[in-house]
């Protein structure tokens, strides 16, 4: 098993009242690495995932986790409980609302001896947030305890794509709304342990995951704004390197690999604010856009990488087919083998 990381170190400095937060990364060599201590948390968009899948990709999917390992798992574009357990175990607990009119749920599975305590709840669900949240992608937040009475404040998310209509410019839009709202949401809380987790469809130098960052909701990405620091993204460390967590498997097909891709965080900078066909007029597609935030008091607790999940399970077979009626039903006109479009991303804590 591979898993790739970067260790973030951090630097709290005083200036201006305000704690600066400096970042430093560095990408494992190793192999292998050891099997993990303390609680594991991780995020996987699972693509359409759905009650019908081929028994090839529930057999990769099955593969993956076992190899991550994780106790806390955010999965997006989710069909049902049901279709998560073709390859969760009994010994996975799963919240989600599972409505049968969607297709492309939230859940939050864990692993006892975490208990939960809060939730599922959806947040911002009402039409009236249909511009921020659109249609199955509404905020997914639940509560876990840990056997040393900690509170972990889960928040899964997956963001409005940068697809369709309008371009980046157009969508990044619905995707500031979202975490201005997301913001609101947290500071409303005030919890200590906050995990903010899922897809972004931005990476960590884009406005909607700054604005996280810097508790500022005015925020600019791809510039430093001295505001807070708010939050946390562990992914941070490996974008600034290029790594990528989605749309590798053209690249890969089924062997082992770095998922590095040279020049893809200067491909995205690039096209920031402007209108342009996502992802028809890029130089490099992939990008690193699975995201895990956390609030400061987590970033004391982390131990070892936080990274990318890189083994072949990840990234072998064959893709599905997908597509949608004129009334806007899901047809799954073919089942392929591949687990995902995406691949997991993760990180450690020492919390007890």
């Known amino acids: 098993m591979r898993l790739r990381g970067a260790a973030a170190y951090i630097t709290p400095l005083i200036a201006a009242g305000a704690m600066i937060a400096v970042l430093q990364s560095k990408c494992g060599t190793q192999p292998e690495v050891a099997p993990k201590k303390g609680l594991r948390i991780a995020a996987y968009n699972l693509d359409w995932m759905n009650e019908g899948i081929s028994f090839a990709r529930e057999g990769h999917l099955r593969s993956v986790v076992k190899n991550l390992n994780p106790d806390i798992l955010a999965l997006e574009e989710v069909q049902s409980k049901r279709s998560l357990r073709r390859f969760l175990g009994n010994e996975w607990k799963i919240c989600m609302i599972d409505d049968p009119k969607e297709d492309q749920e939230m859940a939050i599975a864990y692993r006892e001896p975490l208990r939960l305590i809060e939730g599922p709840t959806l947040l911002f669900s009402g039409p009236q947030f249909d511009n921020a949240f659109p249609a199955r992608r509404d905020l997914l937040r639940a509560v876990l305890q840990t056997p040393g009475r900690n509170r972990l ?15 980046r410019r157009s969508t990044d839009r619905a995707r500031i709304k979202a975490a201005q709202l997301l913001l609101g949401e ?16 931005d990476t960590p130098d884009d406005v909607s995951v700054t604005i996280l960052e810097t508790g500022n909701p005015g925020a600019a990405g791809g510039m430093v704004d001295k505001t807070g620091p708010f939050l946390f993204d562990l992914m941070a460390g490996l974008n600034a390197r290029d ?14 690999f770095e998922p590095q891709i040279r020049g893809a965080r200067e491909e995205n900078d690039k096209w920031r604010g402007k209108d342009y066909k996502f992802p028809d007029d890029l130089a490099i597609v992939q990008a ?62 020492a919390l007890k």
Do not use: W
């Not at 947290?186 to 469809?201: C, E, H, Q, T, Y």
């Not at 790594?243 to 082992?256: I, K, P």
């Open 153 to 167: 404040e889960i928040y899964a998310v997956h963001m409005k794509s940068r697809g369709g209509p309008g371009g």
């Open 243 to 256: 790594f990528v967590s989605q749309g590798v498997r053209d690249l890969y097909r089924g062997v082992s």
């Open 186 to 201: 947290i500071r409303k809380r005030n919890a200590s342990n906050v995990v903010v987790l899922g897809d972004f469809n």
């Open 288 to 349: 690193l856009f699975d995201q895990i935030l956390v609030s400061p008091a987590l970033v004391e607790e982390q131990i070892g990488d936080a990274g990318i999940y890189c083994e072949k399970d990840a990234v072998k077979g064959d893709v599905s087919s997908v597509n949608k009626t004129s009334r806007g039903a899901t047809v799954y006109e073919s089942q392929g083998s591949l687990a995902s479009d995406h691949l997991p991303v993760y990180a450690d804590f």
